[in-house]
C-alpha cells in the first residue's frame, strides 16, 4: 500500500518571545499561517519493521536525524506496528529557512502513518506526539492559522487571513532557530508586536491591518547579523509588497501581496538578486 501527504510550509504572521523560561525554552506568542510551497511524501509500507527515508534533495539527514524518521518511530514504537515504511521526501521547501520544512515533514509523516496502517488516532493526539518532535509540529498536524503560545506547542485556531499573494524569497545562507534564540536577550526587545491586534485584524477580513501588523522580535537578531536578510527586505518594500516580515528565525522573507498585477514585478526584481524566490498563494 502506498499514500501521498502534502506538507506545506509555514509563515508566521507576527512571533513575540515573552521570557526565558526556567527549562531553556523560550515563552512565544505566535500567529501561524500555511502557504502553497510544500513538500510530497509518498509512504510505502514494508513487511520487514524498517523505516528508509530517501529525497531527491542531496542536503538533508537520510538517518534518525530526519524528522519525518523520528516522526516514524515516535509512531511506530508507541502503537507497537510490527510493519515498516519508505518515506520518499520530494522537497520543495527550502531547508533551514524558517519556514518549518522539517516539523512540516514530520507531522505529514503522523498524518499518513496514522492512514497508512489504519491506526485511528485523534488529531489532538496526534497533536500531543508531534509536540515531542518539536515545537511547530504540533501546528503543522492541523494547518490553517492559530495562535500558538507556550514554546509554541498550545494552539488556539482563529480563521484564516484574507487570501493574498505571498512572495517568499530565502538568501543563500542557512540560519540555525537555536542559534538564534540563543543570541536574543529576550529581556531586551524593545517593540513587541501584538498578536490581539493581528487577531482582531485576520478575525475583521482587514488585509491593510494584517500587513501593518506583522511583527517578528528574532528580526533583532537576525538582521544586524545577516544584513542580505535587511537588503531583500528592503527589496521587497521598494518593490510593493504590502506587508513584508522575515519568517520565524529566518533567513527567508515574505511579502504579501493582494493584486496579482504586482506579483510578477516583485518576483522579477527579486530575482535580479537572489537565487531562491517563489510566488504562492496563502492556503485558506
Ligand atoms: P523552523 O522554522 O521550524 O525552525 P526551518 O525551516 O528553519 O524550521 P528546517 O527546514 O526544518 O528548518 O530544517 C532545520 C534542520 O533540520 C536542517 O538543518 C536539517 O538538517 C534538519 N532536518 C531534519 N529533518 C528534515 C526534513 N525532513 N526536512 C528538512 N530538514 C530536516
Known sequence: MRIYEKAPAKINLMLDVLRKRPDGFHEVEMIMTMVDLADRLELSELRQGTIIISSQAGYIPLDEKNLAFQAARLVKDRYGVKAGVHIHLDKKIPVAAGLAGGSSDAAATLRGLNRL???????AELQRLGAELGSDVPFCVSGGTALATGRGEQLTPIPNPP?????LAKPPINV????????LRAGAIEHHPSAAAMQAAIEAGDFRAVCSGLGNVLEDVTLPWHPEVR?????MIRLGAEGVLMSGSGPTVFGLVSRPSKVARIYNGLRGFCKEVYAVRSLS
Open 117 to 123: 496502517w489504519n491506526l485511528g488516532i485523534a488529531e
Open 163 to 167: 487570501p493574498c499573494w505571498v512572495v
Open 176 to 183: 540555525s532557530t537555536a542559534d538564534v534564540y540563543g543570541r
Open 231 to 235: 537588503r531583500i527586505k528592503e527589496a
